[in-house]
């Protein structure tokens, strides 16, 4: 069932955090009847984002079957991954940095999303050649792009977080944030 | 990729729109092998209308648009047009399995970018992305994520780089 999230708390720490505009964003979230797994989706001024949670399972069989060694595998599996969708649906250029993205514990301290740039550095130190599946660290959209990919969040799985975003439209840089949000189950 | 998981969810829906590039570059040559283990480069296209597409079998939104680029190779047949479909780090068994599930026979040369030096070279940041080189093997336009290839508006601008 769709849910509205607005809190001014929030926004109050996100502003403080990266000193931009906090755009009220709609965040629906739903239930995936089969799995139980959840999925966030906020739109707002022309970026639509999306955040499937994946359990470990299922990014044990994605990169099982590449060059990860098997404690690759686990190391990557032990993160909070999403699956994660953006878009850009304004009819201007847009831009975003996984870099500028936050996750905010229940401490409220902030702590940075771990780009794709750092996880191909520390696979390329393990000699792991595979470079896709992840979400790219930065891009600019032109009119009607998007993109996908993984998002990882390093945080013990049990715990409720906030996610806090940015893009950059027309020149002008926007904040979302998507409260209360938490990792797939160790296990289904 | 995480379709499975999504499976109740809608991916986005593909769109037609192409980004000219502000400052159109010069396509770089590369030689790769192509399903039947013979070799072709950009270069030998000169003087046809490329449609240059980075996709692997594991990406939904490449396996959405792939018909569209069947389609859109098939009404173009003949003419200065060609689809190049350059795959990401996979093999011919992979690309053989990925057609039968799709039920479409692709046609198109799919070319096998072993290690992805090919995508950096193009500064392919996530699959899939498409440029569209013009005649004299300059970039035109691009596009990430997926799109609808055959739709009439991506047909018009094709047609318009053909008869330049």
């Known amino acids: 069932m769709p849910t509205k999230i607005n809190s001014l708390l929030l926004k109050i720490i996100c502003l403080s955090l990266l000193n931009t505009p906090v755009q009220a964003a709609e965040v629906t979230i739903h239930k995936n009847d089969a799995s139980g797994l959840l999925t966030w989706t906020s739109k707002?001024?022309?970026?639509?984002?999306?955040?499937?949670?994946?359990?470990?399972?299922?990014?044990?069989a994605v990169y099982g079957k590449r060059d990860f060694s098997v404690d690759e595998v686990e190391r990557i599996a032990g993160y909070c991954v999403f699956g994660s969708i953006i878009q850009n649906t304004s009819q201007q250029q847009l831009s975003y940095r996984v870099a500028d993205w936050r996750f905010v514990d229940k401490n409220r301290k902030a702590y940075p999303v771990k780009t794709k740039a750092q996880w191909l550095a520390e696979w390329r130190k393990a000699g792991i050649t595979f470079a896709w599946t992840?979400?790219?660290?930065?891009?600019?959209?032109?009119?009607?792009?998007?993109?996908?990919?993984?998002?990882?969040?390093?945080?013990?799985?049990?715990?409720?977080f906030d996610f806090i975003y940015t893009w950059t439209l027309d020149g002008e840089k926007n904040q979302g944030t998507i409260e209360n949000m938490s990792c797939a189950p160790a296990a289904l | 990729m995480f379709s499975a998981q999504a499976a109740e969810r809608e991916q986005p829906k593909l769109g037609y729109q192409l980004t000219a590039l502000p400052e159109p570059l010069s396509a770089p040559d590369f030689t790769l092998e192509v399903m039947d283990a013979k070799?072709?480069?950009?270069?030998?296209?000169?003087?046809?209308?490329?449609?240059?597409?980075?996709?692997?079998?594991?990406?939904?939104?490449?396996?959405?648009?792939?018909?569209?680029?069947?389609?859109?190779?098939q009404k173009f047949k003949g003419k200065e047009f060609l689809v190049l479909a350059v795959n990401q780090m996979e093999d011919?068994?992979?690309?053989?399995?990925?057609?039968?599930?799709?039920?479409?026979?692709?046609?198109?040369p799919i070319l096998f970018d072993k290690d992805s030096s090919v995508?950096?070279?193009?500064?392919?940041?996530?699959?899939?992305?498409?440029?569209?080189?013009?005649?004299?093997?300059?970039?035109?336009?691009?596009?990430?994520?997926?799109?609808?290839?055959?739709h009439p508006e991506v047909e018009k601008q094709i047609l318009q780089l053909m008869q330049e």
Request: proline share 5%.
């Open chain 1, 134 to 160: 992840l979400l790219p660290e930065s891009g600019n959209f032109g009119i009607g792009d998007w993109q996908q990919g993984f998002t990882t969040i390093q945080i013990n799985r049990n715990e409720i």
């Open chain 2, 92 to 108: 011919g068994d992979q690309i053989f399995a990925f057609s039968g599930d799709l039920g479409i026979d692709l046609t198109f």
């Open chain 2, 119 to 150: 995508s950096r070279t193009y500064e392919v940041q996530g699959l899939p992305t498409t440029y569209i080189i013009d005649k004299k093997g300059i970039v035109r336009f691009r596009a990430i994520g997926g799109r609808e290839f055959d």
């Open chain 2, 39 to 73: 070799k072709i480069s950009l270069k030998d296209y000169r003087g046809k209308v490329i449609m240059l597409n980075f996709w692997a079998t594991w990406c939904p939104p490449c396996r959405r648009e792939m018909p569209s680029m069947e389609r859109l190779h």
């Open chain 1, 44 to 60: 707002d001024n022309g970026f639509s984002i999306e955040l499937i949670q994946l359990n470990p399972d299922f990014i044990r």
